[in-house]
């Protein structure tokens, strides 16, 4: 297994008087070649994470390495491709934007040429190559952002809300691409997005902060086995028959699906109860198991309160009439 990033209690503290500690202590390893999510409410922290990990800012404490670089020394920034939250464009087309940028890079002009027009290619971008950036919808700046990310051909992407713009077909496309960036080309993907139920499709693992603090760390599969849900799915070809019945062992429904969702108190005895209930009538029975939670669901559940995420900007401390240590 190899790490592509790792922070190591990564702390930032913004303000001299009012002080604001935006991560506290961020401790996370992503192995090379996957999907790792970042979630947290707004204000809690993803941003200036990955910005530490950029080497667009550096740490108050604690450190982030790249492939086992420094963050922010070229070594890192080299293998970085970085999608920025809002990104910002110069009055030039969406092709020279992206030359402009391999150039950057390093790439020669020839290449940047060929790699400009294959991403645009790539993204459904092609018929507007000639357009000014400037002029983009916020849905299509996003995409060249993403583009401009990848012009290096980076090891490791760190997108920052890439679909948050983009419409249900588009952020469908976009996160497939991000799959397969990681799945097909090894890539390490680092991705903060507030749409949980698509990013819940890509991610491999997932880290959930909320105001600076870690509250959270998983791959997706034990993350979702953790947070099984009381409620069974009963997979039945005689539904309305045994609805009746089921509804006995606790409260039931029928799903758009035609499956029975029941809730269930003691698991065995719902076992128990259905393997009696379908003895003589086994092809009638297609399955059953717990039903499990949405990547959303286990968010709020691990976040507490709803109402705790509103206002969720995070508090400064003053310092006035301490002595200030920076
Ligand atoms: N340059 C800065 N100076 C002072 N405070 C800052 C600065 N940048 C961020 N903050 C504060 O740090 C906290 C974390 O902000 P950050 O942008 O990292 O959150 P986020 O998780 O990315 O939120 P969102 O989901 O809204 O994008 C917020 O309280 C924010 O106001
Ligand atoms: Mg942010």
Request: net charge positive.
């Amino acid at each position: 297994m190899e790490i592509a990033i790792e922070t190591t209690e990564l702390t930032k503290t913004f303000g001299l008087v009012k002080r604001l500690t935006a991560v506290n202590n961020l401790s996370m390893k992503i192995e090379k070649g996957t999907v790792h999510g970042f979630i947290g409410p707004n204000g809690a922290g993803k941003t200036t994470t990955i910005k530490m990990i950029t080497g667009a800012i550096s740490p108050t404490n604690g450190s982030a390495q790249v492939f086992g670089e420094e963050a922010g020394k070229n070594e890192a920034k080299a293998r970085i491709g970085y999608s920025p939250e809002h990104p910002n464009f110069y009055s030039q087309s969406a092709f020279d934007f992206l030359v402009y940028n391999a150039r950057i890079c390093g790439v020669e002009p020839s290449e940047a040429k060929e790699r400009a027009n294959n991403l645009l290619d790539w993204m459904g971008l092609t018929d507007f190559k000639n357009r000014n950036a400037r002029g983009f919808s916020a849905g299509m700046k996003q995409k060249l952002g993403l583009l401009q990310s990848l012009i290096h051909d980076p090891d490791v992407l760190i997108l920052d809300e890439p679909t948050a713009n983009l419409d249900p077909i588009g952020r469908f496309d976009v996160l497939t691409k991000i799959k397969d960036l990681a799945k097909k080309e090894g890539k390490t993907i680092l991705v903060s997005s507030h749409i949980l139920d698509e990013l819940e499709k890509v991610v491999d693992h997932v880290t959930i902060i909320n105001k600076g603090h870690t509250v959270l760390q998983s791959d997706i599969h034990s993350l979702k086995n953790k947070f099984a849900s009381n409620k069974y799915i009963v997979e039945t070809a005689n539904n309305p028959a045994y609805l009746k019945r089921i509804s006995k062992l606790g409260p039931a429904k029928l799903n758009p699906d035609g499956n029975i969702e029941v809730e269930v108190k003691n698991p065995e005895r719902f076992k128990s109860a259905i393997f009696t209930m379908f003895k003589n009538d086994t092809k009638n029975l297609g399955g059953f198991y717990p039903l499990k939670m949405s990547l959303e669901n286990i968010f709020m559940n691990v976040l507490g309160d709803k109402s705790d995420l509103k206002n969720n900007e995070q508090k400064t401390v003053s310092t006035l009439g301490e002595k200030n240590d920076k």
